[in-house]
Every structure is written in structure tokens, then in C-alpha cells.
């Protein structure tokens, strides 16, 4: 019985071993990449200091993003990340909710202005601050909005990456990282943690973008944008991705992710105590809401039927 017991222990083990190795191999991954975010970090933060070129360029296009709390005190290094960019915007907006902090913006986020970033006071949307302030102050749509987020550090080449893609789809949103709702055999949406990555660039109903790493809406979702108004706060307050993705399924706006494979870029150290990306996750925030959202209509668009 012994024998058996250490027999079938054995056996385990071998079946487990590659499984093991993966972990090795993702927890060795995170700390490289921790390593370069804290390098990159110091380097960003000694570039700004020293820094008098100005933040923007000549792209026809819009960088939005927004920051709260202590987060403010460093999405200075996300923005001077986009700053270095081999291609910048013709505008750079930061979005804040809070007249306090806006009246004492941190010495950075000051230099950056004189450096043509532009800090203004926005309602308080959620994650869709990074994006509704705009489209609610517009009266016509000229160019097209990329949103970031404040707790990511971009490439040099990460805009130019969004304008060369862009550019060869001017009527898609296009961005680095892109899940693929998945449906049961009842045509229902399955788990929202069980969609996959994108692994084309081809467009597809099913197309989810995911801001975080960078996404660009065309004027003509602008205006889709516009229409639907602030019918977000009660439906999808805290999930702007999904928000985002229905508004286009239902105004026919292609999504397409701009490589073969989904990019994540490095995060920010310090940011990522409680996100809300890992609460609508782990509490399954984000399958309650796909459950309001989408209706059976959108969901047969997402299989195909009537598309």
C-alpha cells in the first residue's frame, strides 16, 4: 500500500512539473518586469525634472487620461512616459474631479504644464473620466481621442504604434490589448475572467478593448458617444471597457487589437495596491454588469447573427 501511495505521489509530481515550471517561469517574469518599471520610473522622473521641451506634437489627436488621490503625486511619470514619444499629440489633457487638488497641483505636474499639458477639473465619472469630460465639451469631433491610464508607463513608440494603426483603419477602434467575449451554447456570455486575448488583428463583433494599454476612438464613436450622454452611470459606473464596447457594437464601429498578440506595458510601482480592474474582477463586478448591458440583439451580434 506504501509502495502504491509513493507510486501515485511520483506520478503526480511528473504530471505537475511543467505546470510548476510555468509559475516559476510568470513569477521570475514579474519581478524582471518590476526591475524595468522601477528603472524606467527613476528615468522618467529625472527626464521631467530637467525637461524643457514641450509635452505635445504635431499628431491630429487627443491624449486623455485622469488621476485621483495619491495617484496624482505620480502620474507625472505615466504622462512624461508619453511625453518622450517618438510621435505626441497636438493636445495632452489630465482629468481631475477635485478642486482641492487641482489648486495645488504637485511641482511636476506645474512643469508639465508650462510644457503645454493641460490639467483641467472634470465631474467625477469614474474610470470613464479619462474619456466623457471630452466628448461632453465638444461641439464637433475633428480628431480622434486615445485614453491612457495614470498608473501605466508607455513606450517611446506607443502613440506612433496607435497612428500607423490608425491610419490604415480610420473608422476602428484600434488598441494594444484586446479580449474576445466567448458565448455558451445558450449564446449567453460566458465568465468575463474566461475570455480570451485577441491573437489578430482582424475586426471582430466580439472585440472587447481594454483601455489600460491604450486604445483610439474615431470621431464617428465621438459621436456615438455623445448621443448616448451619461446613460452609463446607471448601467456600467465602474466598467468603462464594457461601456465602451457595447456603444460600438451597437453603432457598427469595428474594434481591432493593432499586433497579432495583446501588449500589457509596464506598470507603474506603487499603484497597484487595490485597482479597480482587480476589484470588478475578483468580485465579479464586471459579469454583472455584461448582464444589464447587453442585450440579446447585441449578443447575437457577438455571435454573428443578423451582423
Known amino acids: 500500500m506504501v509502495e502504491l501511495v509513493e507510486k501515485t505521489a511520483a506520478a503526480r509530481r511528473r504530471t505537475d512539473a511543467p505546470g510548476a515550471l510555468r509559475r ?25 525634472r530637467r525637461s524643457t521641451d514641450s509635452v505635445l506634437g504635431t499628431a491630429p489627436v487627443v491624449v486623455s487620461l485622469t488621476s485621483y488621490g495619491s495617484r496624482i503625486d505620480t502620474v507625472h511619470l505615466a504622462i512624461e512616459s508619453i511625453a518622450r514619444g517618438s510621435v505626441r499629440p497636438a493636445r495632452l489633457i489630465l482629468w481631475i474631479d477635485s478642486v482641492d487638488d487641482l489648486a495645488a497641483l504637485p511641482p511636476a505636474l506645474e512643469r508639465q504644464k508650462a510644457r503645454g499639458l493641460e490639467v483641467l477639473l472634470a465631474t467625477n465619472y469614474g474610470p470613464h473620466t479619462k474619456y466623457y469630460p471630452y466628448v461632453e465639451s465638444q461641439t464637433r469631433f475633428t480628431v480622434p481621442i486615445v485614453t491612457a491610464d495614470d498608473d501605466i508607463l508607455y513606450p517611446s513608440d506607443w502613440l506612433s504604434g496607435i497612428m500607423a494603426a490608425s491610419s490604415a483603419h ?67 459606473p465602474h466598467t468603462d471597457d464594457l461601456w465602451l464596447h457595447a456603444i460600438a457594437l451597437r453603432s457598427g464601429v469595428p474594434v481591432r487589437q493593432i499586433a497579432g498578440k ?3 506595458f509596464l506598470t507603474l510601482p506603487g499603484t497597484q495596491e487595490v485597482t479597480l480592474a482587480s476589484e470588478n474582477l475578483a468580485g465579479s463586478g464586471n459579469d454583472r454588469v455584461v448582464a444589464g448591458l447587453y442585450s440579446r440583439s447585441d449578443l447575437e451580434k457577438v455571435r454573428g447573427v443578423g451582423a
Open 24 to 48: 516559476v517561469a510568470r513569477r521570475a517574469r514579474k519581478r524582471f518586469r518590476g526591475r524595468r518599471a522601477v528603472s524606467e520610473a527613476k528615468m522618467l522622473g529625472r527626464r521631467e
Open 170 to 236: 480610420p473608422d476602428s477602434i484600434v488598441g494594444y490589448w484586446i479580449r474576445r467575449m466567448s458565448l455558451d451554447a445558450d449564446g449567453l456570455p460566458t465568465t468575463y475572467t474566461s475570455w480570451p486575448y485577441a491573437s489578430d488583428t482582424r475586426p471582430h463583433a466580439a472585440n472587447v478593448p481594454l483601455g489600460v494599454s491604450g486604445v483610439l476612438y474615431p470621431t464617428g464613436m465621438l459621436e456615438h458617444l455623445r448621443e448616448n450622454g451619461d446613460a452609463f452611470l446607471s448601467i456600467a
Open 262 to 264: 495583446p501588449v500589457h
